[in-house]
């Protein structure tokens, strides 16, 4: 899935990627041939840029169908054509394609209602399933406001399907701020005062790291945690540090060790809770707060 890399803006992960006109014609030609999306042989360049916009949304070319199938077609998916053309059997491929082409981009889902609770269980699973990178206070994604079932259907599943990453920040604390420990980031405490707690409790996947930090005792995440069924779960934390400096080492690992000893504890009373949705939103902090005591500095 084509998305943007975040910049502290919670949408961006639902925004696609494209470089117009940046691409000769026939870059973008090469582009739409590989992904097997037809377009006509004296197409403009700012037409194909359209066309690889609309590949880019993954919405279908209509190209390569005759005449009488374009018809077939608008029929089948009952598209209105007031103000493209006056009657079906004398309109132009080109008023056609452009019937289409307006169509797609204001998609209706009353056929994908229709479908079985279980396959759009099983779409929704798969869309979401294609965020591979840890996504870090995410805004709701837009599937989830076309309408009250959608959103009813997918919140859920994106919920336990993406891993969402909590990032620690370093901050100045104490009096006259001279004090320095990390602390959770400013946008993960929004996203998670915005997320409802029945959304939170569906969580499965979670990543701590810590952001921009040149010291070598944050090397990598902090914290991995995979919540399966029941009380199965999968938590890594880092090994210990080794360096040129074995009085330094021996500090770092008995804070390594008791921040560790402090997660499992958290870990073990979590995954003890009845409920099916086993995270609640004040485990973040407290998962956040355990991590921090290994990084404590003045």
Known sequence: ????????????????????????AKVMRDKLKDRNYHVSSNMRKDLLSECL???????????KLTIPEL??????RKIDTTGFFPKLTTSSRQELLSALDQADLNPKFEHFLQLPPELRNKIYADYYAGFKMPLCAPSQPPLSHTCRQLRQESLPMFYATCKFEIRLRRTRIGPAFRMKRFM??????????????????????LLVTFEKDPRPLADG??????????????????????????SGDKLANDARSQAGAAVR??????????????LRREDFFELCEAIALEFKFG
Request: aromatic letters at 6%; glycine letters at 6%.
């Open 1 to 24: 899935m084509a998305t943007t890399s975040t910049r502290r803006k919670h949408d961006d992960y639902w925004k696609i990627r494209i470089r117009p006109g940046y691409d000769t």
């Open 53 to 63: 916009r609309r590949s880019n949304l993954g919405i279908l070319s209509h190209h």
């Open 71 to 76: 018809r077939e077609r608008i029929k089948a």
């Open 184 to 205: 959770i980031s400013d946008e993960n405490v929004l996203f998670l005062h915005n997320t409802e707690p029945k959304y939170v409790a569906t969580v499965r996947r």
């Open 221 to 246: 995440p902090a914290c991995r945690l995979q919540l399966g069924e029941g009380g199965d779960y999968r938590l890594q934390l880092p090994g210990p540090v080794i360096s040129k400096d074995p």
């Open 265 to 278: 504890k958290l870990v073990a009373r979590i995954v003890a809770r009845p409920e099916k949705g086993k």
